[in-house]
């Protein structure tokens, strides 16, 4: 699985903020390595630089030098929308006659076509097939006629999705969460600025404080000097729809979202697994990366258990980090022979051993079939797999790059027939109920559309877990006062 982006938005009181804005990026850049890109305002004139690759590859020194003012904001992308080619690649910018654009987005919408169809009518010419140039237009349409505030507003109210945003309008930047929360942005302070980031982890790089989230349906106006900003909640949820698997995998464990430090999340997360299906044996070891916090998490609750005989926690598996994405083998075959290229069992650590294997989730389960021959050719007597997730039984429509349902292991399976597949001993997955608990939310506050088939928004042919429509699009929408 794939995260579709990470955003950034800085302000900056007398100083460029490219390099920032850099720094920030790499910070983000798990989030998204096809396409990077920073765009800043001078006071004067948008300058923007848009690459594909990584943030190493994209930037060279003389691009940030010429990169001017203390404005701008950044984007990594991975797609879920649109094709992979740089005319996809963000930040988006516009020109038009209320001035210039920028725009970084990070989540899905879900009626895209719609709004751009109507657009398309209304004279506007697409240089892309994503989503973001379709939100781009639609704002600077309704900047034409409002105040950044008001057409903020109107825009909300015709798209339909996950959507957090960084947004510069000639030299102001702002921030945008999506009125359901699903896509994670928070905001800092710097010695000299503000910054608005997709994780805390961007704003901890550049010597910054974490001084909130952004709140579901608000929108954040950074002053043009640096000084401060200002807020505006311009829609007030029922409930929220996070999601759930930023805490699960793709959020960076040293950030903070929703208030909660990922990885102390990850091991209540492991800690809950342990109470619900854990069994003695030997050795816990994660799955690195992302399934080390929640072995530490069960192997710390099995130790604190008096019914149980402890267990000791090891790194069995080694990682080797020169490897690329297995997705990019052409053939079964050699995804299958690139687990092996990627991971490595201690022996010492497995041999003789009842091994119990940590994972944050299984999606086709080819990964964790390699992952369990593995553990017995080097030598384990049993393989028990507990999983810190539900399974995944439908696909992610709000920018998460997940498999079809034809492809998902869980989507017409057991847990008993999964176990048989993947060869372990045993299997087991963590309850919705011990996620939602584990994150301090009602279930009604999540997204659990991959874990359960029903969605927080209105998607052509899925349920809808909740009372949603997506506007009607056919007239322009206005935003009330």
């Not at 945008?176 to 010695?191: A, K, Q, S």
């Not at 805490?247 to 990885?263: C, G, K, M, N, Q």
Request: net charge negative; aromatic share 6%; charged share 25%.
């Amino acid at each position: 699985m794939h995260e579709k982006c990470g955003v950034v938005g800085v302000s900056l009181e007398d100083r460029d903020a490219a390099r920032p804005l850099y720094y920030s990026l790499y910070a983000l850049q798990h989030r998204g390595q096809e396409s990077a890109g920073i765009v800043t305002h001078d006071g004067f004139q948008q300058h923007s630089h848009v690459e594909m690759g990584l943030v190493g590859d994209a930037f060279q020194q003389g691009d940030l030098e010429d990169l001017n003012g203390s404005q701008g904001i950044g984007h990594v992308r991975y797609p879920t929308a649109g094709s992979v080619n740089a005319s996809c690649a963000q930040p988006f910018s516009v020109s038009f006659k209320s001035g210039s654009l920028g725009l970084s987005h990070n989540g899905n919408l879900v009626n895209a076509d719609e709004v751009g169809d109507q657009l398309a009518d209304l004279g506007h010419a697409f240089t892309s097939d994503g989503d973001t140039e379709v939100i781009a237009h639609d704002l600077a349409r309704n900047l034409l006629e409002e105040d950044l505030v008001r057409a903020v507003k109107r825009t909300m109210s015709r798209i339909h999705g996950s959507y957090s945003l960084t947004i510069m309008h000639d030299d102001t930047v702002l921030g945008v969460r999506d009125p359901e929360g699903n896509r994670p942005l928070c905001i800092g302070e710097l010695e000299d600025g503000y910054v608005l980031a997709s994780e805390s982890a961007a704003i901890d790089t550049l010597d910054g404080e974490l001084i909130r989230d952004v709140r579901p349906g608000e929108l954040v106006v950074l002053h043009a000097d640096g000084t401060g900003y200002d807020t505006y909640q311009l829609v007030q949820p029922e409930n929220t729809a996070h999601c759930f698997f930023e805490h699960v995998y793709f959020a960076r464990p040293d950030s903070v979202i929703d208030d909660e430090l990922v990885y102390e999340v990850r091991r209540d997360l492991g800690r809950a697994l342990w109470d619900e299906s854990g069994i003695d044996s030997d050795v816990v070891m994660p799955v690195p990366d992302s399934g080390r916090a929640f072995a530490s998490g069960y192997a710390e609750a099995a130790n604190e258990d008096d019914d149980a005989d402890g267990v000791e926690f090891a790194e069995g598996l080694m990682k080797n980090r020169y490897v690329g994405r297995t997705f990019i083998m052409p053939t079964q075959d050699e995804r299958e022979r690139a687990v092996r290229l990627k991971l490595n069992p201690i022996k010492s650590t497995v041999e003789g051993k009842t091994v119990t294997l940590i994972d944050d989730s299984i999606v086709r389960g080819t990964t964790s079939n390699q992952l369990v021959q593995l553990l017995y050719d080097a030598g384990a007597e049993e393989v028990h797999v507990r999983i810190g997730a539900p399974p995944i039984v439908a696909p992610c429509y709000m920018g998460i790059d997940m498999a079809s349902r034809e492809e998902l292991i869980a989507a017409d399976q057991s847990v008993a027939d999964i176990r048989d597949e993947i060869g372990a001993d045993s299997l087991a997955y963590l309850s919705i109920d011990s996620v939602a608990g584990a994150l301090s939310k009602s279930k009604a506050d999540l997204c659990l559309g991959c874990v359960t088939g029903e969605y927080p928004y209105d998607i052509d042919g899925e349920a809808k877990d909740r009372e949603v429509d997506r506007p009607a699009i056919g007239t322009a929408a206005s935003a009330d006062d």
